[in-house]
């Protein structure tokens, strides 16, 4: 079987860290293709140079993409209904 | 960062030459392009000998990078078809024998990816997309490549006819694999790589253009690399 | 755990090149003198940032060695990839005095510290012995005795990093039994596992699900799915089960 270059959230925890004030891979998220709860650090990822993808462990929805692109960044996060941040509240 | 800098203008008084000006401009620049380099690291790049024909900011890669923004598709060839359809008179579907069956071609073509690699002299086989359109009445000016894993990519129509495109099956002489896009991807040599979607289903035809999965995350709507047309803006 | 979510966003950071080790032919560590570095806890790790003189940047993840209690010093222990891009600059390349961009310290999700109990079960592939040896040195630091299992596989024992402070740490005194699996070539003599982690080998050196332990799993992808899916298979509860995948080795990502 070939290898793709399928990580899981640890993976993305840099950039969506540089993004939010938060552990993002403690964060939990649900699914908005299937309604699964999980934890960020085990949803699968798939980054290179073009950007980072975090896709459900079950079904495979793409549930946020980044890319960093010219001082900017690009973030689309209509994969996740809900992303809950455990403890965040300062 | 250096010491205090002006600002604006404000401590330009009147009278001053137009030097003045450039120069500020020019150090304020140097400024923000001021930025850590590791000493000792070259990348990949290569320099000189094909200059004449790697696109502005790439260099030569020897091998094939896999990326990928999804897990790889394994559709069953004989579950797998691929269609024309949308604003064309009649929609087109073949099956992989039926896709087989049609005038194929061969082309040897550079490669591009907006990451920076250029591949030399990539050997092809498949058929053209003008064989495909061949004899349908096509009512939109734009397309949509789809593909399995849910990938789309956007291209004016004329971008993919005229000879400019190929739906490809073979590499290097064997079947395409499922990494590098199996059982068949676009092929738009002339535009970055990321507008040859692996994984292919088929084109649908359209009015208005609508942006596809990188185009709508900055990345440029069109992506012609002798323009240097990555990023959305430039 | 509560109250360590707001952390603020991470930027880049220059740290020194301070020392080098190097830990087998294809691997090498490296410790930094990062000025405000905020601490970090056992399993977490690094962005790492080259960027050359025409602008190319290229970034890499590197788990952190050295275990939580070492100030301001970072260590990471990286393995050249044959085909790599960034591995070779920092196997080969990089020199003390040099300085180094980072990014972190990222993910609280992979992490062990020792109020976090055990019994512990620390499956390690090829590189993935990193942050699990953080976890293991910070264990050693707090003198903690939690009965804890390190199986730990990879090519040949040529190809074992840490491979002498294992030794050290392993010990009935110390609670802690290292297992190694060599998949490609042993030693004469060699009486251990000749091949990669499988459900069988699982069944032998896991914990009996009713110790209820807490396993941490690192490395090549397919090994540690491989892994959690066979602990799962074997009883054991997946909420207890950590995973960190470093994605295909060098050889395979071309």
Redesign the interface.
Known sequence: MEMENKLDGNAAGGVLQAIFPFDMTTAEGICAGCGEHYVMAATAVYKHGMGTILRCPSCDTVLIRVAEIKGCYWLDMRGMRVLLLLGAVA | MRGDRPSSFSNLKSGDGVDRIANFILEKAACMTERFVSRGFRGRRQQGEFTGRVPPGQYVESGFPVLSAGPTPRTPLDRWNLSIEGKVDRARRWTWSEFHALPRESVTKDIHCVTKWTKLDTHWEGVSVDTLLAGLEVRGRYVIGFCDGGYTTNLPLHDLTGGKAFVVDTYEGHLLAPEHGGPVRLLVPHLYFWKSAKWLRGLRVVEADEPGFWESLGYHNHGDPWKEERYSGD | ???????????WQ?GDVVSVHTETTRTRSITLAVPAWPGHRPGQ???VR?????G?Q?ER?YSIASPSEAGNRVTLTIERLE?G?VSP?LVN??RVG????L??P?????VWEAQMGGPLLLLAGGSGIVPLMAMLRHRATVGSKLPTRLLYSARSSEDVIYRDELAGLTSDATGLETIYALTRSQPSGWSGYRRRIDMEMLRDVAWPIDRHPQAFICG???LVEAAASSLVTLGHDARHI???????TGA???
């Open positions: 755990m509560e109250g360590r979510a707001l952390l603020g966003r991470l930027t220059l790790h690094v962005d080259l960027t050359a003189e025409d190319h290229a993840s085909a891009e600059y390349e990089l040099d300085r180094l961009e990014r972190g990222i993910g609280g999700y992979f090549p992808t397919p950590k995973t960190e995948r470093f994605g295909p395979d990502r071309r």
